[in-house]
C-alpha cells in the first residue's frame, strides 16, 4: 500500500533507465497506441476543454441562457465589485478554507499520530474514523440536519446537561449557520486526511527516531525535527487537497441550507449555482466561475509543477 | 538485567498507557459512530414516536416501514437504477480509457507525452464550476439533455484525467525488459496492453475502481446540471427531493439517506484495502 504512495515512491525509488529504454522502446509510436491516448483525450476536450473555454468567453457576456448572449466586457467583473452577495460569499469561502482546511489538516495529522501504532484494536477505530469518507455529502448532511433540528440532539444534549441557554435553531441562526455546516464537512474529510498521514508516517525511516533517541531528543522534539520535515511531501499534497477540495466545497451547503438564511452560509460556489441555474443569469453566473478557477488556478499551477517534476 | 521492581513498574506504565490509548482513542471512534448510529436507531423508529418524544430520545418502536415508505413512494428504488445506471459504466469506461491512455503515455516514445499527461491532469484540476453552464448548454446541443448518457460523458470526461495521472505512474515503473521480450516474442501493441501491462496494473486498477466507485455514486454538482426530470435524478439528488417531500419526517428521510450510503459502505467494507491503497495513490488529487 504505502510503497504506491508518491511520498513512499520518492525514498523507494524505482530503476528507471530512462535512456536504455530510449534506445530500446519503440522508434515510432504504433497507430493504435496513437488511438489510445486519443480516444480519452477527445472525450475531455469534448466534456472539459471546449466548456471550459466557452466558460470563459460566457463571463465576458450577459445572457438569460435563451436569446443570444451579449458580450459586455467586463461589466460582470465591476459588478461583483459592488454585489454585497458576492462579497459575503467571497469572505465566507476563505472562512470556510481556513477553517475546514486548517482544522481537517490539523485534526487529521493529530488522529493519524494517535492510530499510527499498529496495536491490537487500531484498525477499528481507523475504520470507524474512516466510514463517513465513503458517504455522500448529501447523507451527510441530512444526518447533522436532524441532529441540528430545534428538537434535534444537540439541543436536547444542551438541555440535559443544563446548557439550555444555549439551545439554537442552528442552521437558521445567521451567527452560526456556516459554522454548522461546516462541522460535518470536517466529520466527513478529517478521516481522509488521516489516511493521507498514516501513509506518510509509516514511509519515515525508524532508524531517524533511533538516532534521535540516541542524541537525547524527547517526545515533542522528535515531532519537531524528525517528523515534521519527514512529512513536507505529505503536507504539500493534503494543502492541495484541501484548497481545491474547499473551493469545490458545494454539496453540503446546498443540502444543508442552500446557502442561507440570508446569504450567511453562502460560499462562492453556491452562489454562482443559483445565480446560473435559479436566477438564469448565466453570463454573472460564468463570472463567478471565472473568480473560483482564478483562486484555485494558484494551486493547480504549484501542484502541475510538482507533478510535472515527478512525471519524469 | 534489571530488578523484578522496576520491570514491574514498568509492565504497570505500560498497561496504563495502553489502557490511556484505548479510552481516546475509542471514545474518539464512538464521537465518529455517534451519527451514523443516530441515522440508524432514527430510520427504524415510527413518526409518531419521534413526533412525541423529539429525536434525541431512546427509541420506544420499532419498524420498516419507513424503508418501504423511502423506498417505493419516495422514489429512492429507481433513484438508486439510476445511480447504478451511471456509476458503473462510467466506472469502467473511464478506467478503461484511462488505461489506455496511460499505457500510450507511458510505455511508448510519444511526441509531447509530458505535455499531453499534464493537459490531461490540469482537465481534471479545474474547479467544475467553470464547466457547468456550457457543459448543460453542451448537452442540449448534443440532444442529450436532462438523460443519463449526458451525466455519463460528463463523468467520464471529467474524470479521466485524474486516472490518467494515477495509473501512468504506476505503468512507467513495470521494468522495460518485460515489454522488450513480449516485442521479440512478436507480440504487437494491443496484445502488450491486454496481457502484459493491464494484468500487472491490477492493484492500481482495483483501488481506484472502489474509489471512482464512491466518488461518482456520490457526485450531486454534475447530476443537478444536466438532469431536470425527477424520475431520472441518482440518488443524491433524490435523497435532497426526499428531504422536501417528507419535510420533518425524519424517519423517512434516515431511511432515505441510510439507503444512500449502503453502495458505498458496502464497496467500502469490501475493497477496504484497496479503497484506503486508492486514496494514496491519489493522494496527489
Known sequence: MAVLTT???????????????????????????LAFVLVPLLAEAVWVFWPALQGFYLALTSWDGVSAPRFVGLANFR?????????????DTVLWLVLFGGLSALLGLATALLLQQERRGVGFYRAALFLPVVFSLVATALVWQAI???????????????????????LADQDTALYAVIVPALWRQIGYVMVLYLAGLKGIDPALYEAAKVDGAGRWQAFRHVTL????????????????????????????????????????????????????????????AVVIFVLAFGVIASYLVRAFREAD | MTTPQTSDAALRRRRLSTAGFHAGAGALSLLWLLPIVLVLVTSLRSFDDIAAHGLGSWPRSFTLGNFRQAWVDGGQQRALVNSLLVTVPCVVVTLALAAMAAFGLSRYEMPFRRTLLLLMLGGNLLPPQILLIPVSKLSEILGVYDTLPALIGVQIGFGVGFYVFVLHGFMRSI??????????????????????????????????????????FNDLLWAITVLRTDTRMPITAALIGLQGQYVS??????????????????????????FVAGLNLGAVK
Open chain 1, 7 to 33: 511520498d513512499a515512491r520518492r525514498t523507494t525509488p524505482v530503476p528507471t533507465p530512462p535512456r536504455g529504454r530510449r534506445a530500446g522502446g519503440p522508434r515510432r509510436t504504433p497507430p493504435l497506441v
Open chain 1, 79 to 91: 459588478e461583483m465589485a459592488h454585489d454585497d452577495v458576492f462579497r459575503t460569499a467571497a469572505v
Open chain 1, 148 to 170: 441540528y433540528q430545534p428538537d434535534g440532539v444537540l439541543n436536547q444534549l444542551l438541555q440535559s446537561v443544563g446548557l439550555g441557554s444555549l439551545r439554537h435553531a442552528w
Open chain 1, 229 to 288: 520535515p519527514q512529512l513536507r511531501s505529505v503536507n504539500a499534497v493534503v494543502l492541495s487537497v484541501i484548497v481545491i477540495d474547499s473551493l469545490r466545497s458545494f454539496d453540503v451547503v446546498w443540502s444543508l441550507t442552500r446557502g442561507g438564511p440570508y446569504h450567511s452560509s453562502e460560499l462562492l460556489s453556491t452562489y454562482m449555482y443559483s445565480t446560473a441555474f435559479q436566477s438564469l443569469r448565466l453570463g454573472y453566473g460564468s463570472a463567478l
Open chain 2, 175 to 216: 521494468p522495460v525488459e518485460i515489454q522488450q521480450a513480449a516485442v521479440v516474442d512478436g507480440a504487437g501493441p494491443w496484445q502488450i496492453f491486454w496481457r502484459i501491462i493491464l494484468p500487472l496494473t491490477r492493484p492500481a486498477l482495483a483501488a481506484l475502481s472502489a474509489l471512482s466507485f464512491t466518488w461518482i
Open chain 2, 249 to 274: 419526517m425524519w424517519n423517512v428521510i434516515a431511511a432515505g439517506s441510510v439507503i444512500a450510503a449502503a453502495p458505498t459502505v458496502a464497496v467500502f467494507l469490501r475493497f477496504q484495502r484497496h
